[in-house]
T-cell receptor
Framework: RKEVEQDPGPFNVPEGATVAFNCTYS??????FFWYRQDCRKEPKLLMS???SGNEDGRFTAQLNRASQYISLLIRDSKLSDSATYLC?????????FGKGTMLLVSP | DARVTQTPRDKVTEMGQEVTMRCQPI?????VFWYRQTMKQGLELLAY????????DSGMPKDRFSAEMPDATLATLKIQPSEPRDSAVYFC?????????????FGEGSRLTVL
């Protein structure tokens, strides 16, 4: 079983829609969790950290369920500029392990 | 605006040739990572350094890959000899590694094609 698993998508949504991505991780000793965003043919960039209590950054909400080893990202009021691949990332000790990403395509 | 710099941006080479990729991390960052990205495998960790010391290179094929950090401003990844299966985008990333932080700053990547 892969350490971090995501649905590859693509998720095709219209502008203004709400979309949610999920991610599962296999190692219960994982310590911290993040979402990165990667635009086509660009480098990954940190989108947000994921805290146990859940956290929000504008239109983006991240949730963590340690018991189920499950992380989610919710995007409200999707914009065309949200089109990208969203990478679920897990930290254990000194390393970050990346999921393969979920592609989001937002259309007019 | 501080950024991680990687060279070359694109490299096409023939099987058997040596390839060297270079990375200049952000000044002050104490941790440097090398990742490889392919469509099939996604981002795979190859090696990483803390304060220039190699901490883990278990993700790297040891017989042909080597990673070094000769000084704080330069990290290198070398492939010798290169094979077609090495074709990928190689990313260098640096960070200031504190507990629970997960922010790595990636370079733009070196796209390698081995024919």
């Amino acid at each position: 079983r892969k350490e971090v698993e995501q649905d590859p998508g693509p998720f095709n949504v219209p502008e203004g829609a709400t979309v949610a991505f999920n991610c599962t991780y296999s190692n219960s000793a994982s310590q911290s969790f993040f979402w990165y965003r990667q635009d086509c043919r660009k480098e990954p960039k940190l989108l947000m950290s994921v805290y146990s209590s859940g956290n929000e950054d504008g239109r983006f909400t991240a949730q963590l369920n340690r018991a189920s080893q499950y992380i989610s990202l919710l995007i409200r009021d999707s914009k065309l500029s949200d089109s990208a691949t969203y990478l679920c990332v897990v930290r254990r000790y000194s390393t970050l392990t990346f999921g393969k990403g979920t592609m989001l395509l937002v259309s007019p | 605006d501080a950024r991680v710099t990687q060279t070359p941006r694109d490299k096409v080479t023939e099987m058997g040739q040596e390839v060297t990729m270079r990375c200049q991390p952000i000044l002050g960052h104490n941790t440097v990572f090398w990742y490889r990205q392919t469509m099939k495998q996604g981002l795979e960790l190859l090696a990483y350094f803390r304060n220039r010391a190699p901490l883990d290179d278990s993700g790297m094929p040891k017989d042909r890959f080597s990673a070094e950090m000769p000084d704080a401003t330069l990290a290198t990844l070398k492939i010798q000899p290169s094979e077609p299966r090495d074709s990928a985008v190689y990313f260098c990333a640096s960070g200031l590694w504190l507990e629970n932080t997960g922010e790595l700053f990636f370079g733009e990547g070196s796209r390698l094609t081995v024919l």
